[in-house]
Structure formats: structure tokens, C-alpha cells
């Protein structure tokens, strides 16, 4: 085996490695609300995030990886494929080292803001820092900011909509059952633009604006009307309770959720893919371009990494997001999940690069300041910030070392 085949197999197994901490790490960002409300149980969200993310990742994921270098670095600028190698393979396994050590401290960082980190690294003492986008870095430092604060604020705005439009009213229950398959159909129009805009089949499809929109919305008026049939089926008896509200808005809350992890799948197998697919086009041609594509066999070992990954350490980070920052229920978690949901995808519209990680804990700690400071956990979530801030450091400190390492021993 030559210098390339190497490290092609050592990839590979790096790629799984960090597909593994993706799926233990990221499972958080749809399965923690619904945990943390008791929609569902953590061993069922383990298994539902599981299939669904290996379902996303390896029949929805990206047949071509767009951008490998995630735009920090210029590769053109790095002439010798051996190094560039090098460097990928020392990302792929900063980050995933990186993200490991967050998630055995059961803290959520963002797996995106790790790959992007570790690339800077080695693209930084490989090439010089006219090789680094300077401009792309800031505005990943932006994104610290406008993610969690974005999501906080629609989280908020959407449960005090909730408490002053349903809890509030004298019949409450009656208007749960008017008001939440509004929420149906706005959560389906959501989503249908997310599938069209943020997953790679959406965009393989290419609809005009125009027909996306229409298209999904009417979808969205479909399942508003199949929304009151069931809310009225859910709930029998007008005079039941607080508890037949949150028995509607559980529902709901599932949905998103299951979406949130199918289309996780889709988008972030790239984040441990990427690097792979760089290194075998660098393998096979010896050069480097803006795209490469991805192997099926590829695209099934993320999903598979990230599943298991799930399964075996999955419950940590969902443990502190959906219930060590505040305490949740199923209309507050419906809350998180749509706030969530939609601000990754307004920020993607507006090319603005976001976390769904930020956003997720952004859009709890939201839902619990709507109930005053005291429902916040500010020490757990100062954790969690501290650790946002220190993940591009962090990885960039530690792919410098692996790639340094890994040249003066090679090369």
C-alpha cells in the first residue's frame, strides 16, 4: 500500500469516528425537547433519532459534498496533495476528538464549528493565512451570537403565544384544539421548506420558487385540515384538563422532532464525510477540486456511525439540553422545536452560517426565560457556552499538533 491507500483506510476509520461523536453529540438537537417533556422515552429516542438519521444520511445525504474545505481555506492554494492529506486526515480526527470529549462531559457543541476549526488549523500553518477565508471565520463568530439569540427570541414569542392565546382563555381546552392545528400546518409549511432548501434532495429537485411555495402550501392547508379532525379525536371531553392540551401539543412535538433527526442525517453527514471524500479524490487524481463526490459505501458508513453513536452515547447530551437547563413540557418543547427548526432555516435562506446546536439550546433556554430567570439554569448553560466558544480554538490548536506531527514523521 502506498502513502495515499494509507491514509485512505485511516480516514475511513477517522470519518466513522467522528460520524459516531455526530450522532452521540447531535442527537441532542432533535430528540432532547421530546425528551425533556416526556413526549418520549430516552431509549425511544435513541432508536427513532437512530434510524432516522441513518435513513437521512445515507439515502437523503449529499451524493456530492460541496465545498470540502467548508469554504475556511482556499485548497487551491496548497499545491502538494501529500499535505493536503495530511491536513484533512489531522481535521477529521481533531474534530472528531474534539466533539468525543464534549460529549463524555454530556456538554453540546457543534460538530460543523469543530470540522471548520480543525481545517483552519492545518490550512493556517500549511499555507500561510492568506490561505484562511478571514471573512467566512467571522462569520462563524457571528453565528455564536445569531443562532442562540434567534432562537431564544422565537421560542419565547411562540410559548407566550401559546400561554396567552390557549392557558389564558377560560376554554382553553377548546381553543388548543382550534389553535394547534394552526400550528400543524405552519410546523408542515416549515418543514416542506426545509426539505426544499436545506436537504440535498430538495435541492437535486430544483422547483421554482414560485411552485415550492405553492406546494407547500398546500400541503400545509391539507394537514391543517386533517389536524382539526384529529384534535377534536384526541380530545373527547372539552372539560378534561391542562393535560389534553399537552396531549395534542405531544403529538406535535414527535412530529418535529422526527424531522429535525431525518433531515440532521441528511445535512450533517457531511461534517465526517467531507474530509473522507477529500482524501479519496486526492487518492484517486492526486488533486484536490471545489467538489467531490461521494461514494454510496461512504454515505452509508456515516449513517452507520452516526447511529451508533447514538445509541451507545446518545443520552448524554440529550440529557442536559432537554433537562438540566430548564424544565420543559410538551407545549414548550413544541416551542424549541419549531424555533429551532426555523431559524436554521431563515439564517440559511439569508446565507448567514448558523448551528443547529446553538440553535437548539438557544430556543430552550427561551421557552424557560418566557417563565422568568429562575427557570434557567445559567450554570449549566454558561458551561455550554463556554465550550461554543473554545470548539474552533480548540480544534484548530489540536489539528496544528496531529498535522505537524504527521509531517515531520511522513514528510
Known sequence: ????????????????????????????????????????????????????????????????????????????????????????????????????????????????????????????????????????LGGIVMSWIISPFFAALIAFLIFHHIRWRIFAAKNFVEKAVRWAPRWLGLTTILIGLSFMYKTPVGKKMALPAGASLLLVAVLGLVVWLVGRWIARRLVPDPEEGAEAVER????????????????????????????????????????????????????????????????????????????????????RGFAVDFAAATTVLAASKMGLPVSTTHAAVGAVTGVGLARGFQAVDFGVLGKIVVYWVLTVPIAAFTSIVIFQILKWSLL
Open 1 to 136: 500500500m502506498d502513502f495515499y491507500d494509507i491514509f485512505l483506510v485511516l480516514s475511513l476509520l477517522a470519518g466513522f469516528l467522528m460520524a459516531f461523536n455526530l450522532g452521540a453529540n447531535d442527537v441532542a438537537n432533535s430528540m432532547a425537547s421530546a425528551v425533556g417533556a416526556r413526549a418520549i422515552s430516552v431509549r425511544q429516542a435513541v432508536l427513532i433519532a437512530g434510524i432516522l438519521n441513518f435513513v437521512g444520511a445515507t439515502f437523503l445525504g449529499a451524493q456530492v459534498t460541496a465545498t470540502i474545505s467548508k469554504g475556511i481555506i482556499n485548497p487551491a492554494s496548497i499545491h502538494d496533495p501529500k499535505i493536503m492529506t495530511l491536513g484533512m486526515f489531522a481535521a477529521l480526527l481533531s474534530a472528531g476528538v474534539w466533539v468525543l470529549a464534549a460529549t463524555l462531559t454530556s456538554l453540546p457543541v457543534s460538530s460543523t464549528h469543530s470540522i471548520v476549526g480543525s481545517i483552519l488549523g492545518f490550512g493556517f500553518v500549511a499555507g500561510g493565512p492568506e490561505v484562511v477565508n478571514w471573512l467566512k
Open 248 to 331: 395534542i401539543f405531544r403529538k406535535l412535538q414527535i412530529f418535529t422532532s422526527c424531522y429535525v433527526a431525518l433531515s440532521q442525517g441528511a445535512n450533517d453527514v457531511a461534517n465526517a464525510i467531507g474530509p473522507v471524500a477529500a482524501i479519496y479524490l486526492l487518492a484517486k487524481n492526486h488533486s484536490l477540486a471545489a467538489q467531490a463526490p461521494v461514494p454510496m459505501s461512504m454515505l452509508l458508513l456515516g449513517g452507520v456511525g452516526i447511529a451508533v453513536g447514538i445509541a451507545l452515547l446518545g443520552k448524554n447530551v440529550i440529557s442536559t439540553v432537554g433537562e438540566k437547563i430548564t424544565t420543559l413540557t410538551n407545549t
